[in-house]
């Protein structure tokens, strides 16, 4: 297959950095082109960027000139981590312009015609990108502590219901980007507040795990209220949740479903997807951000401690890890499946607009 070239928006951020890894050498994708704001435009990578990863910048990226936000790109697919401040109006213009963009920010979810995917749970809701009124296409993936909470309570739902959840988040600074919460704020301390995630939460899972009903999803039946924490952890959320459920079922009948769950990247064995999407740790102290974060290469949901809630019915620790599977792994398996599910093919919607953006992107009239 030859490979389509990619672009990445706000390739200097903290998720952006976290797409060039995963993007090297992609079976799917090229990394061809690197943009981030007026203030990185024109210079090499290495410079424009601070790069906050574990290991080094990759050797060809390095010396890449990034691009802004209005300099013409060649690439038809564009993963974005653009700062969701200016994030949407950016990304509306460029599917106007017929780009496929998928997109890590909040501002476009919630949109009626935006898929909001999770390709294990609502594959099927890629189908809202025929709706679209512009040439190009917007796909988006959850909020980082939403897919965790979607990631575990899909199954359950499909198989027992759920009526009602209770969750509180721990989650790490990296979410917060770079340079994020100062040092005097959070070492040593818990902030009990991060601005319109508990919204998130509450609004993106219904949607995750409604139902796509003609050209709408209609929203899950279930109450979430969601308490949100920072705390003084690198990398990984963790979830603490209480569920009620509509029929009955005790902790090893969840733990049954949760450990059985597989679901389309597993079938299709897309390269991103992790084999157990899924983990569940027995030890009674797990999950834990610094031992468990990397399991799966970050791209599965870990799950532990289920057990009954004397106020509803079941309750878990859930983990995962916020830049990868909450953020830029997840965009990649969302246009993995676009890829794998025919969504590109020969004759589509969106193979036209790649191909008028590779003709325009060598110069043709
Ligand atoms: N961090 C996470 O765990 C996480 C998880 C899920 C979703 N998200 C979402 O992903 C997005 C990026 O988050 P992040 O943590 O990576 O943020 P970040 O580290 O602050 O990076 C933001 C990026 O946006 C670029 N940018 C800022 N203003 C711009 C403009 N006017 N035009 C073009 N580019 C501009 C920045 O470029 P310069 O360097 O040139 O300023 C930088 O590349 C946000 O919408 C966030 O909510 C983050």
Avoid at 52 to 69: F, H, M, N, W
Avoid at 93 to 117: C, F, K, Q, T, W
């Amino acid at each position: 297959m030859e490979r389509i070239p990619v672009a990445v928006l706000g390739a200097t951020g903290t998720v952006g950095q976290k797409f060039i890894l995963l993007l090297q050498d992609h079976p799917y994708f090229e990394l061809a082109e690197l943009v981030a704001s007026e203030r990185s435009a024109g210079k090499p990578y290495a410079q424009a960027c601070q790069w906050k990863q574990d290991s080094p910048i990759p050797r060809s990226l390095a010396q890449r000139t990034v691009k802004g936000t209005d300099d013409p790109l060649g690439s038809p697919i564009l993963f974005s981590g653009l700062d969701a401040t200016v994030a949407g109006p950016i990304e509306s213009r460029y599917a106007e312009r017929g780009y496929i963009v998928i997109s890590n920010s909040r501002n476009h979810r919630m949109d009626p015609d935006v898929p909001l995917v999770i390709p294990e749970i609502n594959h099927e809701h890629l189908d809202l990108i025929h709706r679209q009124n512009h040439p190009g296409a917007i796909i988006t993936n959850p909020n980082c502590s939403t897919i965790f909470l979607s990631m575990a309570l899909a199954p359950i739902h499909r198989e027992f219901g759920v009526e009602a959840v209770n969750v509180t988040t721990l989650q790490a600074i990296s979410g917060a980007g770079y340079p994020g919460v100062p040092s005097l704020d959070i070492v040593g301390n818990v902030i009990p507040y991060i601005g319109g995630e508990e919204e998130k939460m509450e609004s993106e899972t219904l949607k995750i795990l409604g139902r796509l009903a003609g050209d709408r999803v209609e929203p899950a039946p279930i109450r979430i209220s969601a308490q949100c924490t920072r705390v003084p952890v690198v990398d990984g959320h963790t979830e603490t949740l209480s569920l009620k459920l509509r029929s009955r079922a005790g902790p090893q009948d969840v733990a049954r479903v949760l450990r059985q769950f597989r679901s389309l990247p597993q079938e299709l064995a897309l390269p991103s997807a992790p084999g157990n999407p899924i983990v569940l740790l027995e030890d009674q102290d797990r999950p834990q951000p610094r031992r468990d974060v990397w399991l799966e290469k970050g791209m599965c949901t870990v799950v532990g401690r289920i057990r009954e809630c004397p106020v509803l019915d079941i309750k878990m620790v859930i983990l995962g890890h916020n830049t990868v599977r909450g953020a830029a792994g997840a965009a990649i398996l969302n246009a993995e499946t676009l890829v794998k599910k025919g969504y590109l093919g020969n004759g589509s919607r969106l193979h036209q607009a790649m191909n008028q953006r590779r003709l325009q992107a060598v110069g043709a009239p």
